[in-house]
């Protein structure tokens, strides 16, 4: 007989799971209270990186069902919904998702569901990186230099420049000059490139 597990994760302590334990008992799961894992997390964290699911998958067994009231629940992104979807597939694990009609996320339908999801993630992803690249080439074309503006002025470069020429330490320069190390370094090697 396949044991039901639930998971809720809530991203702050001013939340509470309780209610996302009430949808999953509305969808008519009958789940056993030390089944039932909760934890609060941001939803940026990876899964894998979660010490509640961790615990869940050390308890889950193949045959068993996990119920979730949202895919965002299971992951950061669809990337890490899908995977993790498809890891607790190869351990014999059926997913359900309240949100999606209570479908069996390994199921056919299921997986048909999550390859739509995938494919409009990754259509994101690209329109986000062809913005960003537009978004570049425009700065670039009106003489805007990307990235965060250097923190020395043109004659400042010089003189560190000129001080390092005389033998003094790129630590000593960056503590007179109120810096970094690392940024005098950047100043130096400006000229070379």
Known sequence: MPRTFAYARVSTLDQDPDNQLGEIAAAGFQVAPHRVITETVSGSMSILQRKGFARLLDKMEQGDVLVVTKLDRLGRDAIDVSTTVARLEKMGIRVHCLALGGVDLTSSAGKLTMGVI????????????????????RARAQGKRPGRP????????????????????????????????QTIMRARDAERT
């Open 150 to 181: 250097a923190v020395l002025t043109a004659d400042q470069q010089a003189q560190v420049r000129d001080r390092i020429a005389q033998g003094e330490t790129l630590s000593a320069i960056a503590r007179d000059m109120g810096t970094s190390r």
């Open 118 to 137: 995938n494919t409009v993630a990754q259509f994101e992803r690209d329109l986000l990186i062809e913005r960003t690249q537009s978004g570049l080439a």
